[in-house]
Every structure is written in structure tokens, then in C-alpha cells.
């Protein structure tokens, strides 16, 4: 089976640019997450959809960031126009509905560096 | 609010000996999930085991075991027999199920097993 799928795996970017990361979860989940990882900040919860509708985007840093969920097997986040401090790691997982542990999976992640 | 606290940043144990990990958890919910993910330095999230609020026994995955005393809001994880290969960071999650699966991390606790 399929896991989490994340694109890119690796970005390089110059500041100013717009990021784009992609996020394809588990056939079948409907609650999916986004994480940023920071050697300062830790694992940060910055949005997460049910459904395709956002539940919470309070952990969203601000208006630069945005995400989308088009349809239940595609997400993107996206960051426009980049700076230097969202470098960092992007996690996208997916889960069902329920809190039992063995459903809440986590891609690869995509690692960011802003220049 | 929810929170979660790992109050190791980073612990030492020798190989084959057993080691505990401490989380400690606030919520004011009754219905919840918590979970530990391992961390290697490859970057890649590994769920390693999951504890219901209403489970009556603690919960067993192999070499792991979480010391679930709710009392006290503390879920602890217990290695037993270290392996060179559990050195890693480790993050203790939280998701309170009555909140639309909000999943929560702890800053984690990186360990290092000694040959």
C-alpha cells in the first residue's frame, strides 16, 4: 500500500520566490495535517482539513502561508512570497476519524531551504 | 488547553539495558489518544504505539511499552533491551478524539545508546 506521498522531497529556493508543496494522502483518510519541524520551534501543527475543509489553520505563521485541499487525494501548502526562516522540514500525514494510533500515518516530508 | 510535556531533551542508556522516556499530557477532555513516534536522523516519522484514555492496560508493542498512569496525566515509554538502532529523537503526541483529531506534539527527547 501506498504511504503518504510528499513532493518535493528536497526544494532549494531563493527568498522571495513562491514555494509550492504537494501532499497526497492514504486512500481513504479524511483528516489530514500539516507540520513544520524547526530546530527552535519543534513539530508545529499549521493546518488541518476534515473533508477537504479546514478545521483549524491557526498554527498557520501568516498570511504568506496558505493551503488548499482540492479534492480528498491531493493537499498543497504554499508559501508566497519565501523568506530564510520558513526553512524547515513539511510534514504532511493523514489519519482517519477516529484517535486510534495505528491510523495516523506520515509522509516523508519535504525539506525547505530559503536563501 | 491541550499540552504536551517532555521534560528530557536528551537521555543516555546502555546497550540491552531498558530506558524510560517521560511525557506528561494536559487536557480536559476524557476522550483521547496518545502516541509515541520515533525519529531517526534519516527525518522519517515511525508511530510506535497508541494509548486510549479508556484503555484499562497499558499497551504493549514488542520492545515497547507506554506506562499509561492517567491519574497523573502521564504517559511514559519504556524500552526494553536497547538497540544501537533506537538512538533517534523521540515525540509523545497527543489527539483529543471530542476536538476533531488535533494531533499535538511534545518537543521530544533524543536518545543515545552507548555500545
Known amino acids: 500500500d501506498a504511504g503518504v506521498i510528499q513532493s518535493p522531497r528536497h526544494e532549494v529556493t531563493e527568498m522571495g520566490q513562491e514555494v509550492t508543496l504537494r501532499c497526497k494522502p492514504i486512500?481513504?483518510?479524511?483528516?489530514l495535517f500539516w507540520y513544520r519541524q524547526t530546530m527552535m520551534r519543534g513539530l508545529e501543527l499549521l493546518i488541518y482539513?476534515?473533508?477537504?475543509?479546514?478545521?483549524?489553520d491557526s498554527g498557520m505563521p501568516e498570511d504568506r502561508f496558505s493551503a488548499k485541499m482540492p479534492n480528498a487525494s491531493f493537499s498543497t501548502l504554499k508559501i508566497q512570497p519565501s523568506e530564510p526562516r520558513d526553512s524547515a522540514v513539511y510534514f504532511c500525514a493523514s489519519s482517519f476519524p477516529d484517535s486510534s494510533g495505528n491510523t495516523i500515518y506520515f509522509g516523508e516530508g519535504s525539506w525547505l531551504t530559503v536563501v | 488547553a491541550q499540552k504536551i510535556t517532555q521534560t528530557q531533551p536528551g537521555m543516555f542508556v546502555q546497550e540491552k539495558e531498558a530506558v524510560t522516556l517521560d511525557c506528561t499530557y494536559d487536557?480536559?477532555?476524557?476522550?483521547?489518544?496518545l502516541f509515541w513516534y520515533k525519529q531517526p536522523s534519516s527525518g522519517e516519522m515511525i508511530f510506535l504505539i497508541y494509548?486510549?484514555?479508556?484503555?484499562?492496560q497499558n499497551a504493549t508493542e514488542g520492545r515497547y511499552s507506554l506506562n499509561f498512569q492517567k491519574a497523573r496525566k502521564s504517559a511514559n515509554l519504556v524500552i526494553s533491551a536497547s538497540q544501537l538502532g533506537d538512538s533517534a529523537m523521540y515525540f509523545c503526541a497527543m489527539r483529543e478524539a471530542l476536538k476533531g483529531g488535533k494531533l499535538i506534539f511534545g518537543q521530544g527527547t533524543e536518545l543515545s545508546v552507548k555500545p
Open positions: 482539513f476534515n473533508n477537504n475543509v479546514p478545521i483549524d
Open positions: 487536557t480536559s477532555d476524557q476522550s483521547y489518544g
Open positions: 494509548q486510549g484514555s479508556y484503555d484499562e
Open positions: 486512500s481513504g483518510h479524511d483528516y
